[in-house]
C-alpha cells in the first residue's frame, strides 16, 4: 500500500515539476529542456533525506542471495550506469537496489554536447527518455579523489564503476588509477567497459571491433582479476554481438550487460533542432524491451552471467528475460520514472520465492 501511494505520489510530483519548467521555458521562449528538472528533482531528494526511512527505506527480497564471481547481489535489481548525482545512488539504494553502477567515467573532464540534449518522448504510447549527454562528467583524477569514501559503499552492496574512452589507452589509464586507489581499501566492486563510447584510433567504438575488446581485456588481465561486465548496445549486429560473446569467454571473471540507449534520429523522435541539439540521440525505456530480450537469447548459450538493461520496468519483464537466461536486471528509464518500481518488485521476487518454498 506505501509503494502504491508514493508512486502514485511520485509520479504526480514528477509531472507538475516537469510541465511548470516546460510552461517557464515557453513563457520565456527557451528551447524545452528537461534537464533543469532533472537538476530539480535531484536536489529535492536531498531534502527530503530526513523523512528516508518513511519514504525511501525498502527491504530486499529476503531469501534472495546471488553470487556472481564472489559478487553478493541481495536483489537482482541493478542501477544502470547513467546517474552521478550521489543522493539519488543513495535513495535507489535505499528503495532495494540489489547493486549499482557509476555513470561512464572518462579519463578528462567533459562538457558533453550543447544543450537542449535531454528529453521525455513517447513513442506508440510507450514514455520513455532521449539522451545525447555525451558523457559529460568530472573526469578520472576527482573520481578518483572520493571514490575510496564514497557514503554508497555503506549499503554493502556491489558498486560497478563504468569505465569510457576515446582510445584503449583512455580504458587502461583509467581502470589503473582507479585500482590505485580502490584495490586495497575496497574489494565490493567490479569494473564496466562501456564500449559504444565516441572513438578509438580507427574511427570504431570498442563495440564494433571484437579484436579491439580482446586487446583491451587480455591488457587488463594481465595483472586485474576483479570483475568485469562489458555493456554491449542493442544497436549491435547480430553477428558483432556473437564475436563480442565469444571474446567474453575467453576470458576470466566476466559478465556480459545486454543494453544501452538505442539510437533514434531526431526526426523519427518527431524533435525540432531548437529542443534537441544533435541531429540523434539514444532511446531508453520500455521500447527497448523487445531488443534486450533476443539479445539475451543470443548470448544465453555462453557460460557467463547476463545482466539485462533495456525497458525493465516490472515483474513480468524481469520473469521474461531470466528465463531467457539473464541473471541481473539494470535499469535506468524506469528509476526517473518511477522508482517505487523497485520496491514493488522486490516485493513480487519475494512473494515469488514464498510461493516456491511453500
Ligand atoms: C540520461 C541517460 C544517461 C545515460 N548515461 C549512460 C552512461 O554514462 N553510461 C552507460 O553505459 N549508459 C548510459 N545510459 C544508458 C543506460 O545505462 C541504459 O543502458 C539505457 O538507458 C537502457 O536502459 P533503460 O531502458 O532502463 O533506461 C544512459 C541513459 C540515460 C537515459
Same mark, same amino acid.
Given at each position: #500500500?506505501?509503494?502504491?501511494? *508514493?508512486?502514485?505520489?511520485?509520479?504526480?510530483?514528477?509531472?507538475?515539476?516537469? &510541465?511548470?519548467?516546460?510552461?517557464?521555458?515557453?513563457?520565456?521562449?527557451?528551447?524545452?529542456?528537461?534537464?533543469?528538472?532533472?537538476?530539480?528533482?535531484?536536489?529535492?531528494?536531498?531534502?527530503?533525506?530526513?523523512?528516508?526511512?518513511? *519514504?525511501?527505506?525498502? !527491504?530486499?527480497?529476503?531469501?534472495?542471495?546471488?553470487?556472481?564471481? %564472489?559478487?553478493?547481489?541481495?536483489? !537482482?535489481?541493478?542501477?544502470?550506469?547513467?546517474?552521478?548525482?550521489?543522493?539519488?545512488?543513495?535513495? $535507489?539504494?535505499?528503495?532495494?537496489?540489489?547493486?549499482?553502477?557509476?555513470?561512464?567515467? #572518462?579519463?578528462?573532464?567533459?562538457?558533453?554536447?550543447?544543450?537542449?540534449?535531454?528529453?521525455?518522448?513517447?513513442?506508440?504510447?510507450?514514455?520513455?527518455?532521449? &539522451?545525447?549527454?555525451?558523457?559529460?562528467?568530472?573526469?578520472?583524477?576527482? *573520481?578518483?579523489?572520493?571514490?575510496?569514501? @564514497? /557514503?554508497? $559503499?555503506?549499503?554493502?552492496?556491489?558498486?560497478?564503476?563504468?569505465?569510457?574512452?576515446?582510445?584503449?589507452?583512455?580504458?587502461?589509464?583509467?581502470?589503473?588509477?582507479?585500482?590505485?586507489?580502490? @584495490?586495497?581499501?575496497?574489494? &565490493?566492486?567490479?569494473?564496466?567497459?562501456?564500449?559504444?563510447?565516441?572513438?578509438?584510433?580507427?574511427?570504431?567504438?570498442?563495440?564494433?571491433? !571484437?579484436?579491439?575488446?580482446?586487446?583491451?581485456?587480455?591488457?587488463?588481465?594481465?595483472?586485474?582479476?576483479?570483475?568485469?561486465?562489458?555493456?554491449?548496445? !542493442?544497436?549491435?549486429?547480430?553477428?558483432?554481438?556473437?564475436?563480442?560473446?565469444?571474446?567474453?569467454?575467453?576470458?576470466? $571473471?566476466?559478465?556480459?550487460?545486454? %543494453?544501452?540507449?538505442? *539510437?533514434?534520429?531526431?526526426?523519427?523522435?518527431?524533435?525540432?533542432?531548437? =529542443?534537441?541539439?544533435?541531429? /540523434?540521440?539514444?532511446?531508453?525505456?520500455?521500447?527497448?524491451?523487445?531488443?534486450?530480450?533476443?539479445?539475451?537469447?543470443?548470448?544465453?548459450?555462453?557460460?557467463?552471467?547476463? #545482466?539485462?538493461? /533495456? %525497458?525493465?520496468? =516490472?515483474?513480468?519483464?524481469?520473469?521474461?528475460?531470466?528465463?531467457?537466461?539473464?541473471?541481473?536486471?539494470?535499469?535506468?528509464? @524506469?528509476?526517473?520514472?518511477?522508482?517505487?518500481?523497485?520496491?514493488?518488485?522486490?516485493?513480487?521476487?519475494?512473494?515469488?520465492?514464498?510461493?516456491?518454498?511453500?
Amino acid at each position: #500500500m506505501r509503494v502504491k501511494i *508514493f508512486s502514485i505520489l511520485y509520479r504526480s510530483i514528477r509531472s507538475i515539476i516537469t &510541465n511548470v519548467i516546460y510552461l517557464y521555458q515557453r513563457i520565456f521562449f527557451l528551447p524545452k529542456d528537461l534537464e533543469p528538472a532533472v537538476k530539480f528533482g535531484d536536489k529535492a531528494l536531498g531534502h527530503f533525506s530526513l523523512l528516508r526511512g518513511l *519514504f525511501y527505506e525498502f !527491504p530486499l527480497p529476503v531469501a534472495y542471495s546471488l553470487d556472481i564471481h %564472489g559478487l553478493i547481489f541481495r536483489s !537482482p535489481l541493478i542501477g544502470a550506469s547513467f546517474k552521478s548525482d550521489k543522493m539519488a545512488l543513495d535513495t $535507489w539504494l535505499h528503495m532495494g537496489l540489489g547493486g549499482l553502477i557509476f555513470k561512464t567515467i #572518462m579519463r578528462d573532464v567533459r562538457e558533453g554536447n550543447p544543450r537542449p540534449r535531454l528529453q521525455d518522448v513517447a513513442l506508440d504510447g510507450d514514455r520513455g527518455l532521449v &539522451n545525447a549527454l555525451g558523457l559529460p562528467g568530472e573526469g578520472i583524477e576527482d *573520481f578518483i579523489g572520493y571514490l575510496p569514501r @564514497s /557514503g554508497l $559503499w555503506s549499503h554493502g552492496r556491489p558498486l560497478g564503476i563504468s569505465i569510457g574512452g576515446d582510445h584503449i589507452e583512455d580504458y587502461i589509464y583509467s581502470i589503473r588509477s582507479i585500482e590505485s586507489v580502490l @584495490s586495497d581499501e575496497r574489494s &565490493n566492486y567490479f569494473y564496466e567497459l562501456n564500449i559504444s563510447c565516441p572513438n578509438t584510433e580507427n574511427g570504431l567504438t570498442i563495440g564494433d571491433d !571484437p579484436e579491439k575488446l580482446n586487446d583491451l581485456l587480455s591488457n587488463i588481465r594481465e595483472d586485474i582479476s576483479k570483475v568485469i561486465s562489458v555493456k554491449i548496445s !542493442p544497436d549491435t549486429s547480430n553477428k558483432i554481438l556473437n564475436e563480442i560473446g565469444e571474446v567474453c569467454s575467453s576470458h576470466q $571473471w566476466m559478465i556480459i550487460n545486454t %543494453g544501452n540507449t538505442q *539510437f533514434r534520429t531526431r526526426e523519427e523522435l518527431g524533435l525540432s533542432k531548437i =529542443n534537441f541539439s544533435i541531429n /540523434g540521440g539514444g532511446l531508453s525505456g520500455p521500447a527497448l524491451f523487445t531488443r534486450t530480450l533476443e539479445m539475451v537469447k543470443a548470448l544465453s548459450g555462453l557460460d557467463i552471467p547476463i #545482466m539485462a538493461t /533495456g %525497458g525493465v520496468s =516490472n515483474l513480468s519483464h524481469v520473469n521474461a528475460l531470466q528465463n531467457a537466461g539473464a541473471s541481473l536486471f539494470g535499469m535506468a528509464t @524506469s528509476l526517473v520514472l518511477d522508482p517505487y518500481c523497485v520496491p514493488r518488485i522486490n516485493r513480487q521476487l519475494k512473494e515469488n520465492v514464498y510461493d516456491r518454498t511453500n
